[in-house]
Antibody
């Protein structure tokens, strides 16, 4: 069965960097776009970033461009999110999500369990 | 960016009730709309994609309709396991955007 397992979360000081990783299994990873979606405590869902199946297309939420970088390694079935210049408002549960389509931008058919990132001094 | 306005933000209902949630897009998104259910402490789950298509394994009491800028999501005969928060999400253009959510709780 499809599994997405996030790792790398934790507490980080404002201005610092943190990298999240998502290990995928149970499907042909290289054929689907992957996303990161976040949810601040008690708030709604916010789309963060997408990477297409072959990494030819990447896009980000408006408030994240220039600070976050998404990447993938199809040989290791992993997708990563490098976060820099972190702000307190980046505190959230970060979900890795699989797209139903190859290029991204359809619907999220599988999600990880989420991982908490807390930005605090 | 496409803004998604979802209403109501919360509602109270009883088991067996018919529940309707609306989502309005700030511009024409055709039928590029999905609906998700999220329970506390859990990841969201897709229920409806393409405005009206039922995702695999989702009970038929869930339905969606609409196109352009106005969409509705309906639960016909609310069940105890349906008490949750529901989100719409557009995929017509990046950045992908979600509605603010509708929390459905027990009356």
């Amino acid at each position: 069965q499809v599994q997405l397992v996030e790792s790398g979360g934790g507490v980080v000081q404002p201005g610092k960097s943190l990298s999240l990783s998502c290990a995928a299994s149970g499907f042909t990873f290289s054929r689907f776009a992957m996303h990161w979606v976040r949810q601040a405590p008690g708030k709604g869902l916010e789309w963060v970033a997408v990477v297409s199946d072959d990494e030819s297309y990447k896009d980000y939420g408006d408030s994240l461009k220039g600070r976050f970088t998404i990447s993938r390694d199809n040989s290791k079935n992993t997708v990563s999110l490098q976060m820099t210049s972190l702000r307190t408002e980046d505190t959230a549960v970060y979900y890795c999500a699989k797209d139903f389509a190859r290029t991204g931008g359809y619907f999220f058919d599988y999600w990880g369990q989420g991982i908490l990132v807390t930005v605090s001094s | 960016d496409v803004q998604m306005t979802q209403s109501p933000s919360s509602l109270s209902a009883s088991v067996g009730d018919r529940v309707t949630v609306t989502c309005q897009a700030s511009q024409d998104i055709f039928d590029s709309l999905n609906w998700y259910q999220q329970k506390p402490g859990k990841a969201p789950k897709v229920l409806i994609y393409g405005a009206s298509s039922l995702a695999t394994g989702v009970p038929s009491r869930f339905s969606g309709r609409g196109s352009g800028t106005d969409f509705t999501f309906t639960i016909s005969g609310l069940q105890p396991e349906d008490f949750a928060t529901y989100y719409c999400q557009q995929y017509d253009s990046f950045p992908l955007t979600f509605g603010g959510g509708t929390k459905v709780d027990i009356k």
